[in-house]
């Protein structure tokens, strides 16, 4: 009997095990299903014409009308980091991260006039580095899927279809950010743009540095001719040798960079661990001039330190 019911046990085991394998194939096929479908593909889906879906896209990227919050380089940056949210609605959001902070600050402490220069400060800074994160981020991302899209617009050229109809496929195949940017250029060659202007808002709009490789070859070929599907594969492989390398050397230089970052933390996490296991611990000296200005000294130095270290950790291609 003992030998039976541990039978029985096996089975119920076995049974349960392909009951949640099977959950978890489903719930994942759904999830990758789900992954393919980009923004331009979305919004396809709500049934409305194709010019409306691309005056879409352009309005949330910022590419559609006029802002007087939206200044140049503000604007460019909001652009390429992929950020669809209205510049008012983002810079209010971050504003009120600054005011918190500085209220936070003199809550804990920090004199009401430093409160006051800290506000516009980070109200200046956080913007910029928010959308400067979302663009690096947004360009490792189209750089990996960047040779993948040339690969596909590859073997539909091989099977006899035009540019910009490889260029389309793209679109409906692959996630964002590849996706909905080639989707948009495929959009802007079907309401009367050349394919040439369409690439180079494509760079606009991106950014990414690989992407003039892309732009130009297809400018030349337009323009002089030649089999477009054997430069396309030689440029899949060099871009794939130039995110190796990139790689290569980010992984060498990381030591240069780590030292930066624990050198800025150890003095403000310190100073953060005083203030709030001894919150009178410099009382006695916030008042003084000195104070401030030993402080702001040793900011700038911090700062110098850290710009010289990630200058040499850095290297551009």
């Known amino acids: 009997m003992s030998g039976a019911l541990y039978i029985v046990y096996a089975g119920a085991a076995l049974f349960g095990i392909m009951i949640a394998e099977a959950v978890y194939l489903l719930y994942a096929g759904t999830k990758d299903r789900r992954a393919a479908i980009n923004r331009r593909v979305k919004l396809q889906e709500k049934k409305i014409s194709q010019e409306q879906v691309l005056i879409q896209l352009r309005k949330e ?42 209220v936070t ?4 402490g920090l004199p009401l006039l430093f409160a006051f220069i800290v506000f516009p400060v980070l109200s200046a800074i956080i913007p910029v580095q928010v959308l400067k994160f979302r663009r690096n981020r947004r360009h490792k991302i189209f750089g990996v899927q960047l040779p993948e899209a040339l690969e596909l617009i590859t073997r539909s050229l091989k099977a006899g279809h035009p540019v910009p109809v490889a260029i389309g496929m793209v679109a409906r195949e692959m996630p964002d950010p590849v996706g909905t940017e080639f989707g948009v250029v495929a959009d802007e060659v079907t309401y009367g743009s050349d394919l040439v202007s369409a ?12 992407l003039p490789l892309f732009v130009t070859a297809v400018s030349i070929q337009s323009s002089s001719g030649g089999n477009l599907r054997e430069i396309l594969d030689g440029l ?39 203030m709030v296991l001894m919150p009178h611990f410099y009382t006695s000296v916030w ?29 551009k291609f």
């Open 105 to 108: 600050g003199f809550v804990y």
């Open 61 to 102: 990227r910022g590419l559609e009308g006029r802002s007087f919050l939206s200044m140049d380089s503000l604007k460019k940056l909001r652009v390429q980091s992929g950020v669809t949210m209205p510049m008012a609605k983002f810079l209010g959001i971050t504003s009120a991260v600054a005011f918190g902070v500085s």
């Open 199 to 210: 690439l180079h808002n494509l760079h606009e709009r991106v950014g990414q540095d690989d």
């Open 287 to 315: 008042d003084e001039p000195m104070t401030w200005m030993l402080l702001g000294g040793s900011f700038v130095w911090l700062m110098l330190g850290n710009a010289m270290m990630f200058k040499m950790s850095n290297f």
């Open 236 to 274: 899949s492989a060099t871009i794939r040798e130039r995110g190796k390398l990139k790689r290569k050397v980010r992984a060498i230089s990381t030591e240069g960079r780590m030292s930066a970052y624990i050198l800025t933390a150890v003095p403000c996490l310190l100073g953060a661990a005083i």
